[in-house]
């Protein structure tokens, strides 16, 4: 990151150290982002969090609390309801609003992808005011070539223009889907909505790990500019071949963090915190691979 | 029920108290909750009040009203217009406002389910300070799998937040429905959405009993967390079978209360009453089916 | 009507005696409602006004006043526009604003039918308080089983509700259609509705007559409740047939009135009067159809 | 005209002498409107602008506003845009801001008709207040038969509403359009579609000429009531032809006033200006046609 | 231009300086408009930023701030999110916030575009008084003959109405496209919805350069009257063979400026400024293409 102002136009001067304090709790000083995602309930149902290879802790959604409130993170995303209805109890997580949702129920093929802003900036400040909890920033996803798509970016980008008014982070997630769409994978077009994100104003835009090696994103990262990519984890792998993956993202390509939930929080509490505490090491400090893979086995 | 704190951080410090109160009323100091469900004049319009094996009670819509006031009951579910109208002779009543409703008209079969909001909370509110009555909670329908379904949980997630605003609880009935939906009573599937209300942050989901057993209700219990569930009652069946069902669903899945409509209305006054009882003396006393069957008797 | 409070508690306090004027006016104190429907120029456009066997004087919008200025009824409904324009010089009719309507050009074999709101109550309430016309209600028409039926319900919901904030009476006019209604004059279904009707909170409904005598209104009565269920008068008939029959559905199925349009205006302005005066007499002061009918001839 | 009050209702009473002083300007005290219509670089884009039979002055758009400064006019009607920037350099033109306007590029056949409300009667008051312009009044088209006529029809009623609150008139354009439509020039049509702008609450309803003599409009004049009617010149005709005929719709029919675009602005300067001077004595001094193609023909 | 007001009525009195200073600062006293587009990142996605015959430079958004900043130019046009991440780096370029954007990932072919406006003007003047950034105007796309147009055209005129009021100019861009249009490079259709745009208020239209010469354009800027026609550059040209173009555009049509993108950024920075200062010398000076051209090569 070079050494351009970090506190964008919108957040206003009221609210300067609020967000400069949100971007030091996410991202620990580093500039970069880890995002452990718990918003899957919706999108995914219950397939992400019962199953066969699923730690039977993950049934239960206290246990994305325990792990994010044990766990070194950057910030922990997930819907207002559970934050408002569980954050009594864990007061000291950095949480992100995930601000729409929609399930995976029906099928892309048979229709194109939209997902609707859930609660108002106004519900998420009060919420804020009323609980003096740490909410660092929220989220929204978009589906740029679903037709439905001009509908998200007007919602995406009043929002992240009324989180930087309140001095909150904003993340989009996006996903290029819908019939429109040939392969949602491909390196240039996963660059292209990235740079579409940079001008909807967000801080970070989470992205799908495009098809190829790690260096498949480096023209993500420069379309985006100063908005920062963060990479979805993906889940078939082994923890050793994920933090490889990521060390090479992070270095190679120059991405600034990761968004990971399934790969976490399908693992039992005490190995989900591991696993945390590895990428964070990876991510904040700078730690080669196999430093991160001896903080995932506790030594 | 855990001894975590039973307020989600939603509802604002001014409003505790009711908040509480709403709850003990609704609960009986038991965390679980017996729901009288009279909303079905619009969903099902005539058809569940008036026909064979119905009492001729129940063709005149004050005869939810009488039930809700002579029986013991967590709340009575059903629209503002009624509540208004009969409201005056019935207030010591605990009162939930169903806040969306549709008919049965159009078949899912040749369109997906869309139920959009009536009143708004302003108006609840306003209603609630005017009548002075035991309003205690709003509800809200959505259709997880419906090409409607992000317009739903956009209604439906600002209006659990608004209602916790104003101290009201806030029950989600979840029903899986339409084209992209193979079977509703997939187990998996009803943990799925019991888990998304979870998310949009209510107190209580309310879903249909799955395929299978009462411990089939289990990974939907486990999937709502914080957020309780609370069952269908279904309607063929026997008092007995009824209770002995409903007992098994609290004791073997951990649900915690019931919403039941037809099962009870469709009895003449007094049967209805003394079945409501039954029902209550189940969820709130913790009495085996056997007892429950005696008051149902009257005995 | 039993003895129950008249007064629904969406009405607050501050305007129970308006509430209590309008429905006094509407009633003339007998709790049943003659209306006179003039909200066919949209409806019908000018079919209904012009053409074989319909008196010279109906092609002018004006005739509708002169009827209701010189006849006994209980309201006069119709568009605000054409109040607000004849108004100043009827100043003394009962109005009652119909706030949607469509025409009949779109069949409903093409399309289901969709009515939206045309005023604001906010509009309503600025003509009544500058014009001091008797602005005694508000009327809105709902079709159930319409594939657009969600979006009338919420229309429909909140307009009773403002309405009786302002102590204004409510009529919801509800006819079962659209591609899923299989026999819009269905009794059972007729009563469906009415019964819809009394949970969208209003206090009157009005009803096209199901197939059948007028014991088959028995139902739709008994399911509205509190609402009490008009109907529509119907066209092919003789002034002695319709009086005849309005007397059965008053006394054999216990409605609380009628909505009259094209069989009161179609007729010549001195004729018409009678017609209603008739009407009224059956209605409000409960003569038997010989006594109307003599009313009718002008004796 | 009858001598029935000039003043609607919604009007309120502050704005009665502004409402009397629009009504004067617009029908310079002849109860009847010479509307120079303008707003067709919306409607046709510039085919009615450039092309064979033109006059060349007509391709600037301040060819209109020429012709409008310097003829007898009632009121030149056109989009708010242009008239806010034309307006400094013509500042006594008695404007009518049209609020709704499509382009013509999609066929009937292909898709039935919408056209939205642009600007909001607060910014029409806003340009008054700011300007001090004599803007007189707006209008809105309306397509009765287009499956989207109840959304407009709701546009046309609220704005009807709001322009009456502001103290200028309001001209409604009628057009039955869209595939339910099988001649939009049925006399009997037109009366219905005339009829309906009289419970929009408009003070004139734009139709187009029917099938037929001049005498087919009585039946519309009638529908309309105190609503009065205004017709469309139509365009493949002569001078001569044109006042005989706007002559007979006024004398035979009672129709009061026209409004004429292309026939007016496709002339020169000089000749569209004594074409507006011809229309104008027609219309508002009751000259007749020969003494009217004398004023055209500037003599 | 001729000597008219420069300011239309919908800028208020005490406004006025600011328009004006805007004007000015986007014209540099030459009522020319030079707009650098950069508005393509959501438009085009990367599609127009890496790729062969791309500057290496172009893949980073910051490249397009270097342009504006260190060129001479009119405004530079790109989304607010980019702006208000930049423009703590580049204060003092004249900025143009465009208001929509779609991607082209849907084709034409399979459906009508729509695109809808992202950030409101409330967002804009906060961000104008937060930043204190020279934001001198703001701009949206219309799509004239698309099935979605009559929603654009409301959003357009409403904001082109809320721009001036706040002293701001106001673009659109307008294209016509969909599956009504046969040929969106026709002259007279191009004329046709530069006259719309003049209808909605804009201060400039932006419109594709139509089939045949420069002097095709006469048409439209003809039909846009006061509102000032620029050309899009088009892109496979030599810089010559633009600069001869856009000469002729202004000479011979009188069009009052252009809009550059492509043809600006996809080349190194330092050739991207000379490009820019002669297309400006060209614009604003008035040089001939000779003279423009050495300012090219740095001469």
Chains 1, 2, 3, 4, 5 share one sequence.
Not at 19 to 26: G, P
């Amino acid at each position: 990151m070079n050494n351009h102002s970090p506190i964008p136009f919108d957040v206003p001067a009221t609210c300067h150290q609020i967000y400069l304090d949100n971007l030091q709790r996410a991202t620990q000083g580093s500039g970069r982002l880890m995002l452990m995602a718990g918003d899957q309930k919706v999108e995914h149902l219950n397939d992400d969090f019962v199953g066969s290879g699923i730690a039977e802790d993950d049934g239960d959604p206290e246990h994305l609390f325990r792990i994010a409130a044990q766990a070194r993170i950057g910030v922990f995303a997930t819907q207002l309801g559970l934050i408002a209805r569980y954050g009594p109890d864990y007061p000291d997580v950095p949480y992100l609003i995930k601000l729409n949702a929609k399930t995976h129920l029906i099928s892309t093929a048979s229709r194109d992808p939209v997902s609707l802003q859930w609660h108002t900036l106004e519900q998420v400040a009060r919420l804020r005011e009323d609980s003096a909890l740490n909410i660092v920033g929220v989220g929204y996803t978009i589906y740029p070539g679903s037709t439905y798509e001009s509908q998200m970016y007007s919602e995406a980008a009043r929002l992240v223009f009324e989180a930087h008014q309140l001095g909150l982070l904003a993340v989009i997630w996006a996903y290029p889907r819908g019939e429109a769409v040939k392969n949602e994978y491909d390196p240039h077009l996963i660059a292209g909505v990235a740079g579409l994100v940079a001008c909807l104003g967000a801080d970070f835009v989470k992205v799908n790990p495009p098809d190829g090696g790690a260096d498949k994103l480096r023209e993500a990262v420069r379309a985006a500019g100063r908005t920062r990519v963060i990479c979805a984890g993906g889940r078939e792998t082994t923890v050793e071949a994920f933090l490889e993956r990521l060390h090479a993202q992070l270095q190679e390509a120059g991405i600034a963090g990761s968004a990971t939930g399934r790969n976490i929080h399908q693992r039992p509490l005490d190995e989900a915190v591991r696993f945390c505490n590895a990428i964070s090491a990876l991510t904040f400090d700078n730690v080669d691979p196999a430093r991160a893979l001896a903080i995932y086995h506790g030594e």
